[in-house]
């Protein structure tokens, strides 16, 4: 029996979904703005479940925002400063040792190391990073670097993007992270992130460390000055970007936080708004298989309601979140194993530890 639509359009979208049929730049804009959250959701999760059943993935990974400094100075971001400013920081090799060895004891699988574009670090300082990092955690994956930042160490290096990727695969990269695409659109470029790289040169350098067999994630910064249609378009490009390289390995929605921002003034993302985009991200985004509900932006509470909307995955442990916490979230900066086993568990769902590439870790005792 079909189940019931507050929203008749969603009736159509169901069936689509069904058949396999791809949902269009309408359909996409229609799970955004129907009343019927749920009848949505429910489609999300249908779909959820035909790839995951009741499996939701987390990872046991540890942050390490290696500096803050950033010449691009985005208007959305909290966490960057200038140099002379107070609080800017970057971090010596010795200092990311001490903070890989204060947690050696535990079981990290998932290094994940993003940072600013500081011109005090020559290109030597990120093929050390990876270095040093695998030498201490051979056995973890370590995900590093945007977009953003292959772009900016090509030209630092001059090496040009297929060398840059190939020597920092070289010295331990072993997959990256979704930052850096905000929304892919002149529009918001501009007005957001100017000086930042586009979409054009973002897409262009995605698809370069596919092909040199590196996968990344892919993100979405919604909640800010963005449209509906201007979300959608952006999902539309992600899924033709996977249908030519298939080097996305999840999705990740944002949520925008204002505070310390140069726009404090925007309120915080709604539940429904949130709830919208993890399931909007898993119809539309039909050719990834993972979708994340990440706990940092979205709470904890909020991201175990996610998992019935379309999400497979919550991330991870984190263990010290810098870049949302600047920013203004609320949620803790990093959650035991068990505190995540539980979140998953209470929320309906058999929790799966995994590795970075989503092979379930076997005899972690959980
Ligand atoms: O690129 C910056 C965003 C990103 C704010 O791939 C903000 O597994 C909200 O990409 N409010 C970095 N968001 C975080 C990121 C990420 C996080 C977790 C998992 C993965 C993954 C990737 O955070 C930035 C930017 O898009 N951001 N400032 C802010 N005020
Ligand atoms: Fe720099 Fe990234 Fe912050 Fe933009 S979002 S200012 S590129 S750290």
């Known amino acids: 029996m079909d189940p019931i639509f ?3 359009r969603l009736k159509q979208i169901y069936a689509k979904v069904r ?4 949902l269009s730049k309408e359909d996409g ?4 703005q129907t009343p019927d959250l749920l009848g949505a959701g429910m489609i999300a999760h249908a779909a959820r479940c035909a790839r995951h059943g009741n499996t939701a993935f987390y990872v046991y990974n540890q942050h390490l925002n290696y500096t803050n400094i950033c010449k691009n100075r985005c ?3 909290a966490y960057a400063k200038d140099r002379q400013e107070s609080g800017a920081y970057a971090w010596s090799l010795e200092e990311i040792s001490r903070r890989l060895m204060d947690r050696i004891d535990e079981p990290v699988d998932e290094l994940h190391i993003v940072g600013g574009l ?3 670090l020559g290109f030597d300082y990120y093929i050390d990073l990876l270095k040093t990092v695998k030498q201490i955690r051979p056995q973890a994956a370590i995900k590093a670097f945007t977009c953003v930042e292959i772009d900016y160490l090509s030209r630092l290096s001059g090496l040009g993007v297929d060398e840059t990727i190939a020597q920092l695969k070289g010295a331990g990269l072993d997959m990256m992270p979704g930052g850096g695409a905000e929304i892919l659109n002149t529009r918001i470029h501009d007005t957001l992130f100017p000086k930042k790289i586009d979409h054009t040169r973002w897409i262009e350098i995605v698809k370069a460390v596919h092909k040199a067999g590196i996968t990344t994630n892919a993100t979405m910064l919604y909640g800010h000055i963005e449209t509906i249609e201007e979300r959608v378009d952006h999902l539309i490009t992600l899924r033709e970007i996977q249908d030519e390289t298939h080097g996305f390995s999840a999705f990740v929605p944002l949520a925008f936080h204002s505070k310390n921002t140069r726009m404090p003034e925007l309120p915080p993302t709604t539940a ?3 709830l919208k985009s993890v399931a909007a991200a898993r119809l539309m985004l039909d050719n990834f298989d993972h ?3 990440y706990w940092v932006m979205i709470g904890e509470p909020l991201s175990q309601v996610a998992l019935s909307f379309g999400a497979d995955d919550l991330d991870g442990t984190i263990i010290e979140e810098r870049i949302t916490h600047t920013a203004g979230a609320s949620s803790a900066k990093g959650l035991t194993r068990e505190q995540m086993e539980n979140m998953i568990r209470k929320a309906g769902f058999e929790p799966v530890q995994r590795d970075s590439f ?3 870790k076997t005899g972690t005792g959980s």
């Open 6 to 8: 507050m929203d008749e």
């Open 272 to 274: 429904v708004d949130d």
């Open 19 to 22: 058949q396999g049929t791809r």
């Open 291 to 293: 979708i994340k509900a």
């Open 29 to 32: 804009i229609c799970i955004y």
């Open 358 to 360: 989503y092979n379930p």
């Open 75 to 77: 208007r959305f971001c």
């Open 118 to 120: 500081n011109e005090t």
